[in-house]
Structure formats: C-alpha cells, structure tokens
C-alpha cells in the first residue's frame, strides 16, 4: 500500500499563493468568497479577534479577483469550492490591499508621518504591480517619488481607473491595529493623537472620506475592511458610514476559525499522529461563538496550527499551551483597564466565568469605560464569547481553558501590583507543589501562598477576597508551576468541585492529582461558623468522591481548605 503524501502544516503563514502551490494544506473557506459577492452591498466591514486567519482569507480574496491572476486561476482555485463555482466577478478587478499595522504611535507627528508613508508606498506598489493596466504607471510612480503626496496619492488611482476604465477593489486589513495601540497606550498623549487623527480634517478621516466618496461614485468598486474592534469605525462616523457590517451575521459565523470538522481534515491531511494528542483540544482551544445562531463553535486557528506544529515537530504537545506570540497580543488588556471600573468588570468576569450583556456593533472610544461598551470590545477581542441566549441579552463566557489562563495570569500580575509585599518565591514555590504532586503534602503548598500571597494583599483586594477570588489567585499559582493542569469547577458528577489539579499530559509520572472544596469564613468568625464551613465542605466532597469520575482512584487526593481572614486557615481531607 502506497504510504500517503501529508501535507504541510501553514503555521505562520497567510500567503495564499505559496500554501496552494508549495503543498501547504489549506482549510477551503471559499465558498464564502460566492456569499459575499452576492451581498447587496459591495462594501463590507467584518471583524475577528486576532490570529483569526483574516490575513489569509484576504490574500485568498486578493489573488480570486485579481485580474493581473486571471492565467492562474485554475492552478489556484482549481481543487477549491470557488473554483468549481466560480462567480462572475472573479479576475477582474485592480486589487489594492492595505495593511496599517506598525505604523508609528509615539508622537502626532511620527503617526501622520508614518501613515502617509503606508498609503504612498501601497499606491507606488499598485501601479507597479498594474503597470501594463496603466499606461500611465509609471508616471504616477515618479510623482509620488517626487511630490511625496500623502493620502491625495488616492487621487491618482481613482484618476488612472476612471481613464482606463478599470474596476478598483480595496482591501483594508488591520484598520484599527494603529488605533488599538492608542487607545491603550493608557494617557493623554495616546487619547488626543487618536482623537485628533480621526476627528474631522484629522488624516486617518480624510482618507476614509476619500474611498466613501470614490465608492458611491462608483470608481471604488468594491471594499472590504477587517480589524479586531469596532470602536475606529463609529469614531469616524460621516468619514465611512457606508459599508455593511456583517460582523455578527450568523451565516458568517464560520467564516474564520476552524469548525471541528475542519480540524478533523486538517489532521488528516498534514499527518498529525491522534496517539500524542493527549489533551482535549476542544476545552483548550475552541468555544468560539460570534451570534448565537451560528451553525457550530470554532477552534483558534493561531492556537491550533500552533498545538499541531508542536505535535508534528515534537511527537508530543506542547510545554505551553499557548503561542506566545498569541500571548502578548492579550497584554493591551492591562492597558484597557486601567480605570477601577473596567477592572471591577473584569474581575467579576474571572469570578462568575462571564457575565450578561448585549453585544454592541458600534461604539465610540469615549464609551469604553462603561460596562457594556468595555466588554463588548472584550468579545470582539475574543475574550469573551457567547454561551447563550439569555432573555433578550446573551450569556458570555471565557471561550477556552487557554484564554482562562490569560485572565488568571492577569489577575496575579493585578493583585501583584495592588500588593507591593507580595513577591513569588519560585523555588519555595516549586517545592511546595512537587511536594503536594509527589508525596501528597498540601500542607507546604498552602501554608506558602497563605505566607507569601494572601497575607500581603492590600485593602483594595482585600475587599474582594472571598471564596471565588481565593480559587482565582490558587489557579493562578498552580498553573505558573506547569506540574498540573488546574480546572476551574470541575464537574464531578453530582456537583462541580471548586478545583481539580489533572497532571500536566508532559509529565505523566506524576503521583498524585487533587480535588479541593473551597471555603472561606472573615476573621471574625467563630469556631462554630467555621466548623460549619468545614462539615459542609465535606460532605460536598463525599459526594465529589462517591461518582463515577473520582471513586477509586488510589492517585486522587482529596482536600477542603477553610480560610479564615486573609492569614488563617484550616485543612482537612475526607474520604468516602
């Protein structure tokens, strides 16, 4: 039997042409390329958090209705959807693509600069790459050179099309990344820059205006726009109030994102071995839900490429179980929460593992520090996801266990900065949970964090320490040490227990997991307030230990952990 041909895996790659004609597997989303075409409105907006893939599907956009593409079609598209139903548009438009990431954001002047820059150097590249479309390229080039026009560069395409009667597409990827990192630059400067960028008269508006009105006289033919946030478009108001924003369309729900029959194909066809993955995927990786009557959840393409790469180098998953690179993108959330009330929304968030609201498609940035615009922007930063319906609002949830993780290791980074007293300790640290995952010492683990964390909190965070904010800040602690996989309510079947420590898939010699039951009593409690804590805890984790997920198990321990005040507590561990 001939041994089959795998694929390559495209982690780290959106350039289209390259993944069809280099043997990359590419997941087909073409047919969306048919769904969209037939909009009525040929100026689209639509938005997905970052790491989504949208670079990829634009390239693949790009190349479709490239005219300068036209011979390579089949090559192309042949084996796709498009390509066995291709529409009537394809190949015939001059494609511009724009890309305002990086620009610079250190001053007004550098970002005025710098986004002249980007437009100009996108128009030099258009005519050169349109040469033979343009009689007149070449010229253009030279003027640009020469004039340095900025953003009236436009002028000259919309000019060079009207006279040769060519069909203008314009692609925007990254629209908002410039104003993202303004926003979140946290200070006045950041404030007044953006406000003054896409205020009237500002650059960033007068470019917008300049494609709304090149579109409604139909020189600009066709737009799409992409980005993570809504917030720059509803800032620019009149400046591009003319697309369609079909961002929570259901029947686009997957249109970015891997659906869980795509990962299956995916694996399939790069040769990832099924035997290493042991670890469920769907819990770290996807949850993704954009309207409630979306057709299935997606996986993270960004995270899954990456767990599959690791797994095809490796023969094992990975150390971490997300890309850093996908982490740092989650750091502008210290940023936008820097106001005690997105901070208060946020960990109520990590306590209640969501919230309820209503997901808002248009909002300024003024309106970022109330409740239902700043967590609106967590969902399209894909922070939050839906779960479901709930009345005429939407419950939401943290989408996976990976993006629990990035709330977890903010809320230290938080509690760290409230508390100047409390530091970590590594090797003590370390110490204390090889002792509880070796010798089933909880002890040590417990008596450092209530020495070392809770004992150094500050008012502020005292005044939210209770049960849920203790299991926050133990998750937090377990998962640095790697040793364990710590899960957040657990379902054990009657009941959730509070945390459950699986071993870490890596290190399988691991002797002991561990249930707990959290309690909590203030300082003042009496011995008979506690006792009650105690009994009642115990009787919860009898019943934990009595289902048919945790009876039997000689390498499962069992704890309650009743903490008194911030620098007391008492442990005790049940059985059946």
């Not at 007004?108 to 437009?119: P, Q, R, Y």
């Not at 150097?121 to 253009?140: C, D, G, H, Q, W």
């Not at 949850?287 to 899954?304: D, E, Q, S, T």
């Not at 090797?427 to 949970?433: D, G, K, R, T």
Request: net charge negative.
């Amino acid at each position: 039997m001939e041994e089959k041909m795998y694929k390559r895996l495209p982690y780290g790659n959106s350039d289209f042409k390259r993944i069809i004609l280099e043997n990359y597997a590419y997941v087909d989303k073409t047919m969306y390329i048919e769904m969209l075409e037939k909009e009525a409105n040929p100026n689209q907006f639509f938005i997905r958090p970052r790491k989504f893939g949208k670079s990829l599907f634009f390239m693949t956009l790009s190349y479709y209705y490239d005219l300068n593409e036209a011979e390579n079609f089949d090559k192309l598209f042949g084996d796709l959807y498009i390509g066995k139903h291709p529409t009537p548009e394809r190949n015939t438009y001059a494609v511009m693509r724009f890309d305002f990431s990086g620009l610079d954001t250190s001053s007004e002047k550098g970002f005025v600069d710098s986004f002249s820059s980007n437009v100009q150097s996108t128009i030099r590249n258009f005519f050169r790459l349109y040469a033979l479309v343009f009689p007149e390229a070449n010229k253009y080039v030279e003027q640009i050179d020469e004039e340095k026009p900025g953003i009236k560069s436009l002028e000259k395409v919309f000019s060079a099309a009207e006279q040769s009667k060519v069909k203008l597409f314009f692609i925007i990827d990254e629209y908002d990344h410039f104003a993202n990192d303004l926003i979140a630059m946290g200070n006045m400067l950041g404030t007044d820059i953006y406000k003054t960028m896409i205020a009237a008269n500002g650059i960033v508006r007068d470019f917008y205006e300049k494609i709304k009105n090149a579109a409604k006289s139909s020189i600009v033919n066709r737009t799409f726009i992409t980005g993570i946030s809504p917030v720059m478009l509803d800032d620019l108001t009149s400046g591009y109030n003319i697309a369609t924003i079909l961002t929570l369309n259901p029947k686009y729900n997957e249109m970015m994102g891997f659906t869980q029959e795509e990962v299956e194909w995916l694996m399939r066809e790069t040769g990832v071995d099924e035997t290493c993955i042991n670890v469920d995927i769907e819990a770290y990786y996807n949850g993704y839900l954009f309207h409630k009557n979306g057709a299935h959840r997606v996986y993270n393409p960004a995270m899954m490429l990456y767990f599959f790469s690791q797994i095809i180098e490796f023969g094992k998953p990975p150390e971490y179980i997300i890309d850093l690179n996908l982490r740092t993108d989650y750091g502008r959330l210290q940023k936008l929460t820097q106001n005690d009330r997105n901070r208060e929304t946020l960990i109520r968030i990590v306590k209640e593992d969501g919230i309820i609201a209503e997901i808002l498609q248009k909002f300024s940035v003024d309106m970022l520090n109330d409740d239902d615009y700043f967590v609106s922007l967590l969902f399209y930063m894909g922070l939050l996801t839906i779960k479901e319906p709930y009345l005429f609002q939407l419950k939401l949830g943290i989408p996976n266990y990976s993006i629990k993780t990035l709330y977890w290791e903010y809320l230290m980074k938080l509690t760290r900065d409230n508390s100047p007293d409390m530091n970590i300790k590594s090797q003590p640290l370390n110490e204390a949970i090889y002792a509880l995952a070796m010798e089933g010492d909880l002890e040590r683990f417990i008596a450092y964090i209530s020495e070392n964390a809770f004992s150094k909190l500050s008012d502020h965070d005292l005044r939210q320490f209770d049960e849920k904010y203790i299991k926050i800040l133990l998750l937090a602690y377990l998962f640095m040490s790697r040793i364990y996989v710590p899960m957040s309510e657990y379902e054990a079947v009657p009941g959730r227990s509070d945390i459950y420590l699986l071993r870490s898939p890596l290190l399988p010699q691991i002797k002991y997991e561990w249930v707990f039951e959290l309690k909590y009593c203030k300082t003042d409690a009496t011995e008979v307030d506690i006792l009650r804590q105690q009994e009642k805890g115990e009787e919860q984790m009898r019943q934990y230990l009595g289902s048919h997920r945790l009876s039997n198990r000689s390498d499962l321990k069992a704890a309650v952990i009743v903490f008194i005040g911030k620098n007391k507590y008492r442990i005790s561990e049940p059985s059946l």
